[in-house]
């Protein structure tokens, strides 16, 4: 069984444990770095990047997690967490930090105040059948590099074609919250990516 962490400096921390824990791994919150370096794969929850970016620097976890993901260790980010593992992120506040590693450009807060937060159903690779997806003032992918893989995009209404899930390697990303639906097939497939890499 994989121990996935959650990283629990903010965010919905506690809907991203319970996925994971219903789909098997064994999910622990992350706020130091003994605690991750007891974990097989990381999750960054939605929540709010900025906040999130002062806190890894407060709590000594932005170079550490750096260097777990240079070394290969498998992430999900959620929302916020896709912005924090963007490699270049549009529209940040100043100063404000990713980890990176996913070869993007996301735009944060992209969908504009009509589509602020909503909600639809999409296709994402790797997951069976549709997938109802929550946006909550959502990045968006604006730019994928040559290292980076779209798997899932808006397919109705005013944002469709935009990209709103990726993969690279080990790293997966996605604009919306799959751990507030109580579906857990995507948790499912991070977990399948985390298993590949043990
Ligand atoms: N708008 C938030 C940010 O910029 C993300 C929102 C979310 O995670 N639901 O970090």
């Not at 992350?30 to 939605?46: H, Q």
Request: net charge negative; aromatic share 4%; with cysteine.
């Amino acid at each position: 069984t994989p121990t996935i962490g959650v990283l629990a400096l903010q965010g919905d921390v506690r809907e991203h444990v319970h996925a994971l824990e219903s789909v098997g791994a064994t999910a622990v919150g992350v706020r130091r770095v003994s605690e991750l370096d007891a974990v097989d794969a990381l999750v960054i929850p939605g929540g709010e990047s900025t906040t999130i970016d002062k806190l890894l620097r407060a709590f000594e976890l932005f170079e550490p997690i750096q260097q777990r993901l240079r070394d290969g260790m498998p992430a999900y980010g959620s929302c916020a967490g896709m912005i924090l593992l963007a490699d270049r992120v549009i529209g940040g506040i100043e100063g404000q930090r990713t980890l990176g590693g996913v070869d993007v450009t996301v735009r944060r807060n992209a969908f504009g105040r009509q589509v602020d937060s909503f909600e639809t159903d999409l296709a994402i690779e790797g997951v069976e059948g549709p997938l109802h997806a929550v946006f909550i003032r959502a990045p968006w992918v604006e730019e994928v590099g040559p290292a980076a893989r779209v798997v899932g995009r808006v397919e109705t209404g005013p944002a469709a074609g935009r990209i709103v899930a990726v993969r690279q390697g080990p790293l997966l990303v996605t604009s919306f919250h799959p751990e507030v639906t109580g579906d857990t097939r995507v948790h499912q497939s991070f977990v399948q990516i985390v298993r590949e890499s043990l």
